[in-house]
């Protein structure tokens, strides 16, 4: 079946660290993937897509690519700041899947000042 | 801005007593889903509509309704709320021509007293 692995969280990082948070796809064809974030008591976002194999997504200064040879679509971001606290999913959509997405579990990611 | 808007965003109602969650979207998308979220889960969907054509999830229970009245608007109406219904309900859009990704409303919190 389709689905999507993410790692678990909390992860808690300094303002300004490296962010990496991991992300594994089982899929039956070529999905698209997809981050969404969501800030407390609000909806999801979408903050990058990727449609094929080798794109990359990037936004706010958050990037990920989109590999194939791996199935993973690992969400990174050089320097986080406080802002950037909230859950992050993971997500494929599938172009033969109907109209459905699959999300991952998501990742609460909390940057301390 | 075009948008998609959830209506109300905080709902308290009493076990048993039916409640009714709205949303409007302004993007003309054909294509708007209904999820249930628990404390920072994946969402889970419920049901969505392409065009008019409604498609339910197979685990979603009975209890769980919807209408499309028009392209622009969505119910979701909860006829016996449990305890267990508490959760953020979160709708978005599609357009399933032009776009790969979902359109999140800004959801609604619903409490069962």
Redesign the interface.
Known sequence: GNSVTQMEGPVTLSEEAFLTINCTYTATGYPSLFWYVQYPGEGLQLLLKATKADDKGSNKGFEATYRKETTSFHLEKGSVQVSDSAVYFCALKLWDYGQNFVFGPGTRLSVLP | DAM?I?NPRYQVTQFGKPVTLSCSQTLNHN?M?WYQQKS????K?LF?Y?DKDF?NEADTPDNFQSRRPNTSFCFLDIRSPGLGDAAMY?C?T?D?VKY????????T?LTVL
């Open positions: 998609v959830q294509v889903y920072s889960q994946a969402p969907l969505h392409y498609n979160l978005a599609r399933r790969n990704e979902q359109f999140f409303g800004p959801g919190r």
